[in-house]
């Protein structure tokens, strides 16, 4: 290992002034916090220029002159190959903020915020064409933001590059073939067996009753009380520190499992969080390394303890208890796993179909980027999509491509990191099992030391030391592929139904 | 009043800048309020880290070549009497930033982050010469920070325009000098009448009772729930902009008036931010425009409505139905304004022995900055004239001179503004009085709209716009003095004590 002496004094500044950076940043995700959970409507003026203000503040660091100086120097320096790391991450921040013009960054600012409103009135009337221009002006600003960037590049690459920093697009399009090819026909096969499974919770379970499951979960979990909060929120999500790593859900009074789930899912996003570096806070080595590296947090925890029979087994009285039910933990772990392919909403499918949706979605956003689609027949190539992949049509646009908000806020290339990280839970999870004695009577037990400490011992405490593959391949011994996903998939889902 | 072609470009320049700056540091608040009300706290190594960014990238703003620039540009230019006060208003902010060292800015930070816990240890000890040193380095320090700003003043009138920028520290001395001389014999015949007043809740009263009587309190006062939220706090505090301004409060079980009072004045906070003009927010003129008047707000509500008979007589319903108590409206009345000398602690103080405390640390501060008086023999002085106004000796240092934390924070100058609110909200409501028709008659029927209209008319719209005496004479037709609340404390305590 190279000693302290051989980093110059740049890197210190680089650092120094990164770290403002990301402080900056850091602040406006409490900002962003605070407006979805807390803030009264009215605030909403003075919020978008504080935040507008501190994305500003933070873009005048990273691309002052000092700082582009700075990093000249570190990169021209011969470095231990950590620092080296901790340069080439800053190294691709930079470019992203100044190899796209202000202007440019401000119009698409100004744009989604234009299409956010023209979005949701259009999914009330069920009428893409009154969205679809907005579709083709953000698709425009995207192309020619991913040109600033890379003019070499697939703009869809780029944009991708965006939520997943260093994950060849191929590898990623490799995978979701990958799952394509296979889950089609295991879906398939699952829809003609029409297994009865368990349906147990058919009455009203109310918010303050999940509030409390919810709470005692996260407990039973080893969510620490002092650094984090459970709140609730319309669209659940996760944000902060490793220091502070806060978790949102929210509550349907019918469907007490989908809370559960939604719960754990941000749990392990907050796990990841609070497992990063406490050190290196502020550095690289002190965030998380992308978008799908992060969902694969949430969904290991989510689907491989969650929805796992020895988790259920050891949690069901805890559920009963709360719920006031009186369900089996064979019936319950049904519940939480049966697939129900007979539906359109993304955001309410089962383990398993939930990827056809995605795929979908990465499928018609590389079309439309590549300008091999015409924004106006999106609804139909939908539609026949849904009906290739999961053998139903939306009734409404609404219920079809007008569901998500994402392409309202211009994020073209997120949706497949959903997938991904749900690919690459399995992987990971298939290590730990290797490497934990009997995971699974730990799980039953209640004792998730040993998990959580393999997850950071492997992925949380290296922060973006290293690529995703490489990331992946150190904790797993192999590249990343979709084989541990397609054999955990085929194996629960088969025994499930019985086939 | 001038044409906008008189505005010179420079003078958008300017405001632009400064806007900026005033979002950077509103977001700084948000992240204050969080960190008080919401944050687990194991956060706060990260949340130093991003406030710590913020004031720096504020900073930055303000102390650019640019801002410098514009500043000199806008002011060399011949401006109409709005734009002008607009100047004068960041040339203030700016000297204020540009004038002191960073390094010395830093110092006192650290400083005052050592100090704190310091302070809280020797408070538990009650050991005032563990906290000494202290308050020796953090005295020498505001020294130089004050005569970086103006070496040829009084270091304390410098130190006091920080909270108050635009008030003659020689009329604060008079109005205080008038409070001592005029309250100290007054209590002294108060407290040998030995008039048995009320005391009426000797129960216990559950938190969430009192808190949902505070809910509905604010609702009766007309705070919008769009604007603002409620939640509690160790020190209850008011925070935000004229978009977004909440409040906090505590609750004693044992207390059900203390919270009360307390709701009441946050709210009165509350109600000014609410007022300055949302059209100028971020500019000097969508701002407030010192700590005494401000306090004004609060006391007014506070004490000249929450505790007046008319209030008290249409709000006693509201008070019985949430505590379950059977209080007669005078019960209440003299409930909420019962004076007891026999208190060494300034927050627990009564409207009238409030002062009292104020004067106290107020004559010792000066001393200590003047170099009249060595810290070590604060305890002494301290004990001395809480005897001579309010005839009690603290038992110990942490019931007397160790008692706030103002010290720790560096805020010598902070005090004086409290009671200067306090005197200045008589004037105010004076002036109400004289303009609303029947005003007691609305009190007693709930309706506030007519005082709060009154309020934002003559106090809220102007922001910054005028200087605090100038403020005070355009709505009251006076100068700023300490009559109208003499006036009023004579008549109420003599009525209320039948002297």
Chains 1, 2 share one sequence.
Not at 128 to 142: G, H, R
Not at 172 to 177: P, S, T
Not at 319 to 333: F, K, P, R
């Amino acid at each position: 290992m190279a000693t302290q002496e051989t980093v110059p004094d740049a890197y210190d500044d680089l650092l120094e002034q990164y770290e403002r950076a990301t402080y900056i940043g850091d602040a406006s995700q409490v900002l962003s916090w605070d407006q979805e959970v807390m803030m009264p409507e009215g605030g909403t003026p003075a919020r978008s220029k504080q935040t507008s203000a501190l994305s500003g503040a933070r873009h005048d660091v990273l691309t002052s002159d000092a700082f582009a100086e700075a990093l000249e120097t570190a990169e021209a320096a011969d470095l231990p190959d950590r620092e080296q790391a901790v340069v080439r991450e800053i190294r691709r921040e930079y470019d992203r903020a100044a190899k796209v013009p202000k202007s440019l960054v401000e119009r698409i600012s100004e744009e989604t915020s234009n299409a956010l409103p023209i979005w949701k009135e259009a999914k009330a009337d069920d009428d893409w064409s009154a969205f679809a221009p907005q579709v083709e002006t953000l698709l425009e600003l995207k192309r020619e933001y991913a040109e600033h960037i890379d003019p070499d590049a697939d703009p869809y690459a780029v944009l991708f590059a965006d939520y997943e920093p260093w994950l060849d697009l191929s590898v990623a399009e490799r995978v979701l073939e990958r799952l394509r090819d296979e889950l089609v026909p295991l879906i398939d096969e699952l829809n003609d067996v029409q297994t009865d499974l368990a349906d147990p919770f058919d009455g009203t379970y109310p918010e303050d009753d999940q509030f409390a499951l919810a709470t005692s979960t996260l407990e039973y979990l080893g969510y620490p009380d002092e650094h984090g909060r459970l709140d609730t929120a319309p669209h659940p999500f996760s944000t902060g520190t490793q220091f502070d790593a806060r978790v949102t859900t929210r509550f349907d009074e019918s469907d007490p499992v989908g809370a559960m789930g939604s719960t754990i899912h941000e749990f392990g996003h907050a796990t990841y969080t609070l497992g990063l570096p406490k050190e290196e806070y502020g550095t690289p080595l002190g965030q998380h390394r992308g978008l799908s590296v992060h969902e694969s947090q949430s969904r290991l925890w989510e689907n491989h303890v969650g929805r796992s029979r020895p988790f259920i087994e050891g949690h069901v009285d805890q559920v009963n208890d709360h719920l006031g039910s009186s369900v089996s933990a064979q019936n319950l772990y049904e519940a939480a796993n049966r697939i129900y392919p007979n539906n359109c909403i993304r955001v309410e499918a089962d383990e398993l179909t939930y990827h056809m949706h995605i795929i979908l979605r990465f499928e018609i956003e590389r079309a439309l980027l590549a300008g091999e689609l015409d924004v106006v027949d999106v609804p139909q190539v939908w539609n026949e999509k849904m009906e290739e992949y999961l053998g139903v049509t939306p009734e409404t646009d609404a219920e079809g491509c007008l569901q998500d908000i994402h392409w309202a806020h211009g994020s073209f290339g997120y949706f497949p990191t959903y997938s991904l990280g749900s690919v690459m839970a399995a992987q990971l999870y298939d290590a730990a099992r290797a490497d934990i004695d009997d995971i699974d009577a730990r799980l039953r037990a209640g004792e998730f030391e040993p998990l959580h400490d393999w997850l950071t011992e492997n992925v949380h405490r290296h922060g973006r030391r290293y690529k995703t593959n490489e990331l992946v391949r150190r904790a797993t011994g192999d590249d990343f592929t979709a084989d541990a996903f397609i054999a955990y998939a085929d194996e629960k889902f088969r025994s499930l139904y019985g086939i």
